[in-house]
């Protein structure tokens, strides 16, 4: 997640081109916050952003304009319940303000994400100081690390961001940085969420690399949205796009469509080598062949808060992606596959073995994921190879019940003593 921007509570001149620019610039949510905004006010506002944004919106007030205009999520105020919101909240992100570690607890599982407030002195609010001692935040994320979701508010800027990641905040919401001063231009505001953005590098854990991969394939008698319901169904969260010899339109088209299932069943989408739709689309990440974009280039492109797969098939091919500084590699082939094209030399249990024994010795730490014709009686044996995970596509699809035959695949990886 890129740093959220809250906008400022006044409406301002030009505002919605100055969101438009933030979104340009990649910002992937704009809270919108107007307390004193009539509705036909944010209505006007909402009207004039090009449709392609909705989806990065979240609602402070006039939570109706939800439905109308397709926006991404509500927030509340700290005093305010979701439950009492006469909405069908399946496909909106829900967050909320906390000013307390308490407040956080309460709420941090009934909600996609918190903001916990003012973690720093206030750039908007002259004379608002910080609430919070930096040991106190710390000690709160060591005792309670299973608190992922809490965003640090208030006075965050690009001198003390990466200080709030360290802290263990999963990330940063934006105010008075951004929109501070008179005569804001596009520019102005553009630069000042970039400088962010460059301080701004949460690390991506080994354990939010999924051991179960889905990768759709346009050989099956579904298409790939309706793979990919009936894969989440299973109770998988990691599916990845493949989508060949389509255009920019198309690909953006079901990518958007894809993520707002992902998003349902809060699973991962990852895109098939086109890194410069992943913004747009909404995706975690994206997965790149041998053939495809540089891990480097696309590192600079997307910022180091995304997940990037790269593609290997042997171990000088792991040694390079390692060195690319790739997030997880999907290694293969297992066995022949009619998946891809072009296959390389299928490399056996035995290759397995021997290039997880090569990184334990040269200190390669990464998830690697066994990929290309793997059975559900082959689970057991790859993964006491040391692998990470496997990735899966036209066993799946072509299986009678997709949905079924997902779940048999999950239960191997948790016990591997459950048969089908």
Request: charged letters at 20%.
């Amino acid at each position: 997640m890129t740093p959220i921007v809250i906008t400022p509570p006044e409406i301002i001149q030009n505002e919605v081109h100055l969101w438009e620019a933030l979104f340009l610039a990649g910002l992937e949510r704009l809270h919108v916050r107007k307390p004193e905004a009539t509705l036909a006010e944010l209505k006007d506002m909402l009207t004039c952003l090009p449709i392609k944004y909705h989806s990065r919106l979240v609602l402070h007030q006039h939570f109706q304009l939800t439905d109308e205009f397709n926006l991404g999520g509500l927030h509340f105020k700290s005093t305010m319940q979701a439950a009492k919101i006469n909405l069908d909240c399946t496909n909106l992100s829900l967050s909320k303000s906390c000013h307390t570690p308490l407040e956080v607890l309460n709420n941090y599982q009934k909600h996609d994400y918190v903001f916990l407030s003012p973690i720093f002195d206030s750039i908007s609010k002259k004379g608002y100081p910080s609430a919070f001692y930096t040991n106190e935040i710390k000690s709160f994320f060591q005792d309670n690390p299973q608190v992922k979701n809490c965003i640090a508010l208030g006075g965050v800027s690009a001198i003390n961001t990466q200080e709030c990641l360290d802290l263990g905040f999963a990330g940063c919401a934006l105010l008075g940085t951004i929109w501070e001063g008179e005569n804001l231009s596009a520019e102005l505001i553009t630069n000042r969420f970039q400088n962010i953005q460059a301080n701004y590098k949460p690390a991506i854990e080994k354990t939010a690399i999924s051991s179960f991969q889905f990768i759709t394939n346009d050989f099956s008698e579904l298409d790939e949205l309706e793979q990919i319901k009936k894969v989440c169904e299973s109770g998988a969260k990691w599916v990845q796009v493949r989508l060949k010899n389509q255009s920019d339109e198309t690909i953006l088209k079901m990518g958007r469509e894809a993520a707002q299932i992902c998003s349902h069943y809060k699973a991962k989408l990852i895109i098939n080598d086109h890194v410069h739709l992943v913004k747009e689309i909404g995706a975690h990440g994206v997965h790149l062949g041998k053939a495809d974009m540089s891990p480097v280039k696309a590192r600079e492109l997307l910022g180091s808060n995304y997940i990037i797969g790269g593609t290997a098939n042997n171990m000088n091919d792991v040694r390079q992606l390692h060195k690319a500084g790739v997030n997880y590699i999907g290694l293969g082939p297992f066995r022949f596959t009619q998946t891809k094209k072009n296959l390389a030399p299928v490399l056996g249990l035995s290759g397995y073995k021997e290039i997880i024994q090569n990184c334990l010795n040269e200190a390669i730490d990464m998830p690697i994921v066994a990929i290309g014709g793997i059975k559900i009686d082959d689970v057991t044996s790859l993964m006491s190879t040391g692998i990470h995970g496997i990735a899966l596509s036209s066993s799946i699809t072509q299986a009678e019940d997709i949905t079924n035959t997902s779940k048999k695949y999950l239960k191997q990886l948790i016990n591997p003593l459950c048969k089908s």
